[in-house]
């Protein structure tokens, strides 16, 4: 490996750091002095290094995250919105009702209510026969263990960016020696399409790893958390899967009596998109739940 490719390895891995950090501790107070340290970066260089790898300011990054997060925390869960605040990093309701209504023009109230019904007709926009297919789509309740993952960050439209992501990870798993019959391939939809712009979707292009790998340039090493998860099985191609999510978001969890835990669902590839027809292709959904 040459001088060029280690510094540029490295310019990667303290960034993942960073935004891991960010991405984990949301319900704290975000110091910009602290994260600049986390990265192992100059105070001075470090906002003008970070908006050039996020594409916006780190504050405004930081700011839209805590929203957006509300936003999924809003619709998705009974959680009051006091307690909502806090959760995703504000002082005080009066201060995340102001950035609330800046950036969204309406109270985090107002949004609840306004679009409780939309969320609760959002599987009525399916096409009657497959929605006749979601109904019989029962999951089952697992308690999973926690999982280390090797994993690629891709940026924008999930349908044209996680390609890049996945062929990034599965070099770098090839390479090392980390795939086995049962290698498990997982992504990480951290962004609701119907919230974030789809420029500033986030996801991850993970392997499941069972022994110690260190991160490396693009590539990042996290844990998907273990706890109870609603597993449902999603047959046919991804591009469908919005349906999936759909029916599980607007009609299943409102009947279930379960609620979300606060991290991310991800979801588990099952056969290879490469040689498997589209209609074949079978994905399993994890939703935390408790």
């Not at 960010?22 to 970070?50: C, Q, W």
């Not at 209510?113 to 926009?125: A, Q, R, V």
């Not at 609701?192 to 790998?213: F, Q």
Request: charged content about 25%; aromatic content about 12%; overall charge positive.
């Amino acid at each position: 490996m040459n001088v060029k490719t280690k510094t540029r390895d490295y310019y990667f891995e303290r960034i993942n750091k960073v935004i891991h950090h960010i991405n984990n501790h949301l319900d704290e107070t975000l110091d910009v002095s602290k994260l600049a340290e986390i990265g192992n970066y100059s105070p001075y260089h470090f906002h003008r290094i970070m908006k050039a790898y996020l594409g916006e300011p780190l504050g405004a990054y930081i700011q839209r995250l805590r929203l957006e997060t509300a936003i999924s925390l809003l619709l998705y869960s009974n959680e009051p919105v006091n307690n909502i605040a806090y959760n995703v990093g504000y002082e005080t309701p009066s201060s995340f009702n102001k950035a609330f209504k800046k950036r969204y023009g309406i109270s985090p109230v107002e949004y609840r209510k306004n679009n409780e019904l939309t969320l609760k007709s959002e599987h009525s926009k399916i096409k009657f026969n497959a929605m006749e297919n979601l109904k019989s789509l029962q999951p089952k309740i697992k308690t999973v263990k926690p999982k280390t993952v090797v994993y690629a960050r891709a940026i924008g439209n999930y349908n044209l960016s996680a390609e890049k992501a996945w062929k990034t990870v599965c070099e770098f798993a090839k390479t090392k020696k980390l795939f086995g019959f049962k290698t498990e391939f997982i992504g990480i939809s951290h962004d609701d399409p119907k919230i974030t712009e789809a420029e500033k979707l986030r996801y991850d292009a993970c392997v499941a790893i069972s022994k110690n790998i260190a991160p490396e340039g693009e590539i990042g090493v996290q844990e998907i958390p273990g706890g109870e998860y609603a597993v449902f099985t999603h047959k046919g191609p991804y591009e469908k899967l919005e349906n999936t999510y759909a029916y599980i978001f607007g009609k299943w969890l409102s009947e279930s009596g379960k609620e979300l835990r606060n991290v991310h669902s991800f979801e588990k590839y099952l056969n290879a998109p490469e040689n498997t027809k589209p209609e074949k292709l079978r994905t399993e959904i994890y939703i935390p739940v408790q």
